[in-house]
């Protein structure tokens, strides 16, 4: 069963070029829990992030890295298997600037 | 894996011309079909054998041709693998492929006329002039080996198929032997061909053909040992295939839309002997429900999703729901 409890996503207008670096959650749940990035419509740009295998209980909050430039990013995570379930009450993505846009 | 067979027992006598008996030196009552079958297939008893000649006082001259044919099966357990109890030619393992066989027949005794002369049959054209009858007692006197030269070799299939025979052919008027033990030994191999399944072994299937929404099974040849598809049979348990395209190389097929929902099936491939005998799985397909429809009702704590088939049949099948997902907003710089 799917379940949202939160997720706040911050935007900005700024445009400048962004590395996705790492990306906390506190996620529990039954299965394996697959996470993406996704530049805008996907025009150009995804990366496919490492799994988490979820627990039911758990105390730790896992951490993911990945190696992903773009204006924006968004972050999508799934499940893809039958009885598979996430219940996620936090995600917080650490990003850096790395440039200051895209050349012209 | 290699080995030795026998085939033994002989099942059945299917001819028989001139004079033959199976039964007790010196007695020879017993001329059917079933009593020459039975004295065949004797090895223990010496004095219950197959005789062919003037047997008794009262039969005709022994001059000229006598033959007897006898047949297996493919269903009677008569095929003994290693010394192991014996099985059917249907239960043979996947693979299993003759290297070597030779027909044998045992000598009980014999009175014969110089010119005599003695055949084994391996089929109703083929026979083996003996080098000459044997006297006495010889389990191993009269041998007839196939031939595995040439550029089919014999399988199984054919050498069950076949037979045998023992022709006799006297110039004496009294003239006599006396047979037992027909059966044939050699050497066994098994043997794995390469092929490839698409949808691959495990993949979700629809079943019914292209008009149905079903999806199309493809079984291709692959380097190696290639499978040659154009001698198996291929078949699931839950219906009749609709064959598209069978060649060498090449088996395409639809399921037919009885195995809606049957969820996982093996396809099997049915050898005709040329590369094996028996049957062999290719592979698991899981057949989905096809057309199915549900009624959504949010059940707490329920994980999966439960079809309906169309056909309202009562059948159902429990799915994943499909990849649930989340998506933050847009993240930037």
């Known amino acids: ?104 | 894996m290699a080995g030795v067979f026998e085939i033994f027992p002989t099942v059945a006598c299917v001819q028989q011309s001139g004079t033959w008996a199976g039964g007790l030196v010196g007695t020879w009552l017993l001329r059917t079909n079933a009593d020459l079958l039975t004295a065949i297939n004797q090895h223990l008893d010496v004095n219950l054998v197959l005789g062919s000649g003037k047997l008794l006082v009262g039969d005709p001259s022994a001059v000229g041709s006598h033959l007897v044919r006898f047949n297996f099966s493919l269903t009677d357990p008569i095929i003994s693998l290693d010394g192991n109890p014996a099985i059917s030619f249907n239960d043979l393992p996947a693979g299993f492929e003759v290297t070597s066989a030779t027909l044998i027949v045992a000598s009980r005794s014999s009175i014969v006329t110089a010119g005599s002369q003695l055949f084994l049959q391996q089929n109703a054209v083929d026979e083996l002039l003996q080098a000459a009858f044997v006297g006495g007692n010889n389990d191993l006197a009269y041998q007839f080996p196939y031939d595995f030269s040439g550029p089919v070799d014999p399988t199984m299939l054919d050498i069950l198929s076949n037979g045998y025979g023992i022709r006799t052919v006297y110039t004496g008027a009294g003239d006599v032997a006396f047979f037992d033990h027909g059966r044939i030994t050699g050497t066994y191999d098994t043997f794995a061909f390469t092929y490839t399944l698409d949808p691959p072994d495990g993949s979700d299937v629809d079943a019914g053909n292209d008009d149905e929404g079903g999806n199309l099974i493809t079984i291709a040849s692959a380097p190696g040992n290639p499978l040659d598809l154009s001698h198996v049979t291929i078949s699931v348990a839950c219906g009749p295939i609709t064959i598209v395209e069978q060649t060498a190389s090449i088996f395409k097929f639809y399921l037919p839309i009885l195995c809606n929902g049957a969820g996982p099936t093996d396809i099997m491939a049915t050898g005709d002997g040329t590369q094996f005998s028996g049957s062999v799985s290719l592979g698991t397909l899981n057949i989905l429900l096809t057309n199915a429809s549900g009624i959504y009702t949010l059940v707490p704590g329920k994980t999966n999703d439960t079809l309906y088939s169309s056909l309202r049949d009562g059948t159902t099948r429990n799915v994943k729901i499909p990849n649930p997902f989340a998506k933050t907003g847009f993240i930037g710089g």
């Open chain 1, 1 to 104: 069963m799917l379940r949202l409890d939160l997720l706040v996503a911050k935007n900005s207008l700024t445009g400048e070029l962004v590395h996705f670096g790492v990306t906390r959650m506190r996620v529990t749940g039954s299965g394996v829990l697959r996470s993406f990035l996704h530049s805008l419509d996907d025009a150009s740009n995804q990366a496919t992030l490492p799994t988490i295998t979820m627990q039911a209980n758990t105390n730790r909050e896992p951490t993911i890295l990945s190696n992903f430039i773009d204006q924006y990013g968004q972050l999508e995570v799934k499940t893809t298997a039958i009885d598979e379930v996430f219940e996620i009450s936090k995600i917080v993505i650490f990003v850096r600037p790395v440039s200051s846009g895209y050349p012209q």
